[in-house]
Structures are given as C-alpha cells and as structure tokens.
C-alpha cells in the first residue's frame, strides 16, 4: 500500500526512452475507488495536461515507463485534497489529507482524515475505508460507524517500545 506523495516527482519515459515530464498529481474515479492514471508536469504555459493512464504503464518503480500518453481531463487528488469529511450526524471526522493506494491493481484502499492539529496529536491520523464514503461537491459524506474498527497512523515514538510480555485481553 502506498500513499500519493510515493507517485509524485517520479520521472515519466516512454518505451522508446523519451522523458515525457514527471508525476504532477493522480487522476481517479472516486466512485469506482480506482487510480484511472497520473497527471504530469506541463512543459509549457499553454500547453494542454497531458495523463498516463494505468494500463498504459509498463513499469513502475523510480522511474515509470509507459507505452503513451494522452491530452484530457480527469478529476485528480489536488481537487478533492482538503475536503471536509463528514458523518452521517453531521459532525466533521476531519480533512481529507490522503489517498491508500494499492499499486497491484490501482485501487484505492482508504482515505486518510486529518482532524485537526490538536486532535491530531492525542489520537493520531483516522484511516477511512474509501467504501464506506460519497464525494459529493463540497464534501465527502462518511456513513460508516466511527466506532467498529477504528485505524489511526501513529508515529513509531506514539507506540512505545515492544514488550513480548505484555498481552492484550
């Protein structure tokens, strides 16, 4: 699993070793939960986005190589970036901060809700299943139940040191 910050500034070839620019931003389908492709970096002020889309990618690791690209539009991660999430009574689980990718298949796994600076230090980051959500114009609607499983990202110094002894009831 990966997060968007993995994918951008990577360099872009195609298979005839031509640089095409590099990862600017991910175009998705937030309703399928799916990564479509990558946007890249313009090469000029007036020149059109151009995108990789995901079958078009031969290889991925620092480098990506991809057989084409193409001028289009797609909604990308930049565009839904900072989107208040919201629960089904209304209150704010936080931002939308970060995207879960799974770069096997090019599916999204989860959302990452950042809810505020001090929260944010006391519980740590909320991982949201992408499923149990709706983009909606202002905002991303969260019908899930907050309290069956809940995943927080936490610093290795937030966890404290590993015990063999210690046991969990």
Partial sequence: MFRVKYFQYMNVYDN?????GFIK??????????VIGFKLSSKGIFS????????????????????KSIKDKFLCF???????????SGGIVGVLEDLIIDLGDYSIKGIVAN??????????????????????????AYF?????????SLSTKELGEHNDEKTVD
């Fill in 48 to 67: 059109k986005e151009r995108y990789i889309l995901s079958e078009d990618i031969i290889a991925m690791n620092e480098k990506v190589i991809v057989t």
């Fill in 78 to 88: 930049s565009d839904i970036k900072s989107l208040d999430i919201i629960d089904s």
């Fill in 144 to 152: 899930g139940d907050r309290n069956k499983v809940k995943l927080v």
């Fill in 16 to 20: 005839k070793g031509k640089y095409l």
């Fill in 115 to 140: 809810p505020g600076i001090l929260i944010k230090m006391m519980r740590g980051k909320e991982i949201i299943l992408i499923t149990e959500t709706i983009l909606g114009d202002y905002s991303i």
């Fill in 25 to 34: 931003d991910i175009a998705i389908n937030y309703h399928k939960s799916r």
